[in-house]
């Protein structure tokens, strides 16, 4: 656990500086920021859109007596992906983007079914019904 979180607090904000640095380098300041803040408009723009979009399909869902599941799943990612699109930087931009557009979304949400699914049979996740 401590691996990882050394990875995210200190590995990717480096890797963030040395590509905001380099883009810089190659268009300048005044565009850098400029494209810095346009894609985390853009992302609160999806976000936003892609929330209540999945915010609407929960309640079809739950009025329907289904397990609104799928769209649990959707709204963790789109949560993730519009943090990621806010946080400064193009390489968490890029992944908040690929999280916010469904069909790359789709992709990872079958992976993350399928992980969710061997952590409940190997026991590390418990599902408690009442």
Not at 23 to 40: E, N, S
Not at 101 to 114: A, E, G, N, T, V
Request: net charge positive.
């Amino acid at each position: 656990m401590f691996i990882r979180l050394l990875f995210l607090f200190t590995i990717i904000p480096v890797v963030e500086i040395y590509v905001i640095l380099q883009v810089g380098r190659q268009l300048g300041v005044a565009p850098t920021v400029a494209l810095i803040i346009l894609t985390g408009i853009a992302g609160a723009y999806l976000a936003r859109t892609q929330g209540f979009e999945i915010i609407a399909r929960i309640q079809r869902d739950t009025a329907q007596g289904q397990l609104p599941a799928e769209s649990l799943l959707d709204g963790a990612l789109v949560l993730a992906g519009g943090l990621l699109l806010l946080t400064p930087g193009f390489c968490t931009d890029l992944i908040g983007f690929a999280l916010l557009i469904p069909l790359s979304r789709d992709s990872l949400k079958r992976f993350l079914r399928q992980w969710l699914q061997k952590q409940i049979e190997h026991g590390h996740i418990n599902v408690r019904r009442y």
